[in-house]
């Protein structure tokens, strides 16, 4: 499967190609039909698997590279929920140990999921606008 455009600019999944037409997948949509091969590139610039995530939006696919397991989504979960969360009530609140509470919330961090901030004056972190975006898609799913 090779990803092409067609003359507008616009990107499709080629799925099938003949002498004449290609038959070409909407990436957002999902909904095939047939355009003249006269009218398609090959964008090589394009693999063809990004081009079909492309599909699901930005603040989705972050969150979703971002968490390996259950735990970890329902982690941003509750801080989407709770708002600002102290480290001290996230270790007490939760079944984690203090080290993997902390390797996620670098993990959330360095991919811009939540930012550190002060809850009652101790350090604590809070779901970034990217974040509550990408849990309310998911939720309205």
């Known amino acids: 499967m090779r990803t092409v455009r067609d ?3 616009e990107r499709y999944l080629l799925v099938k190609r003949s002498a004449e037409s290609s038959l070409v997948r909407d990436p957002d949509t999902g909904s095939e039909q047939y355009l003249a091969n006269a009218d398609l590139t090959v964008d090589d610039e394009a693999a063809a698997l990004s081009t079909a995530a492309g599909a699901v939006p930005a603040s989705v696919r972050r ?7 259950d735990r970890a989504l329902g982690l941003l979960v ?3 929920d709770r708002g600002p969360v102290g480290v001290r009530t996230l270790l ?3 079944d984690l140990c203090e080290s993997d509470l902390h390797g996620l919330l670098a993990e959330f961090r360095a991919a811009g999921l939540i930012d550190e901030t002060r809850v009652a004056g ?11 975006d ?3 898609r998911l939720r309205s799913a």
Do not use: K, M
């Open 78 to 80: 509750e801080l989407v």
């Open 122 to 132: 101790e350090r604590g972190y809070e779901a970034t606008e990217t974040t509550q």
């Open 92 to 94: 007490d609140a939760y």
């Open 63 to 69: 969150v979703l590279t971002a968490t390996p397991n």
């Open 7 to 9: 003359d507008e600019g």
């Open 134 to 136: 990408a849990i309310a």
